[in-house]
């Protein structure tokens, strides 16, 4: 059943989404039916948006999300469209960071960076440094920042898991992550902050890919 929201809010939200979802998609970033976006209702908080399972992200409306707890990823009320695989990372990021957007997309340089970073079963991180465009993320700190790359295990509560367990003990890393050999996951205060982040962490994946023959990768 395609969403069909009841209030105003809900409405522009699910528009924004589609919005959005279409201009990642011709940049490339989200191919087929890949990635997945969404954000928290403004009027009820408590309650997200995400894209729907299985959509061609070049033809999104706003009809093709799905209304979720944000917490949970739960979709309520029930009878709706399957909600993307990945939601429960959206809402692992959502019950320990501020976010109010989360955005996750298989940009080239970032999925290339996830890969050569990766270790098979624990989290790595790559370090990220130098470049101006770290300005872009917020840090407290915008000359250096440590970008963790999670295991894509094929379960994704499990990747979910591992995204709340790091994100609680590390409340200064960067706004983003990478999953191995998959894609970025980013978030902010708004969609247009979580995009922007995620602008800035592809250019500086793609500055790291174009500068750098080894990657200065830490592995636990
Ligand atoms: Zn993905």
Known sequence: ??????????????????DISRTLYARGWMPGTSGNISMRLPDDPGRALITASGRDKGELTARDVVEVDALTGRASPPGQDRPSAETSIHAAVYRVTEARAVIHVHSPYATVVAHRAASPDTVSSVRVDRFELLKGLGLKDPTVTELPVFPNWPQVERIADDVAARLAVDREGPPGLLLADHGITTWGDSLGQAKSRLECLESLCQLLVLSRSELHVSRA
Do not use: F
């Not at 059943?1 to 589609?18: F, I, N, R, V």
């Open 1 to 18: 059943m395609s969403y069909a929201p009841s209030t105003a809010a809900g409405k522009q939200t699910a528009q924004q989404l589609a």
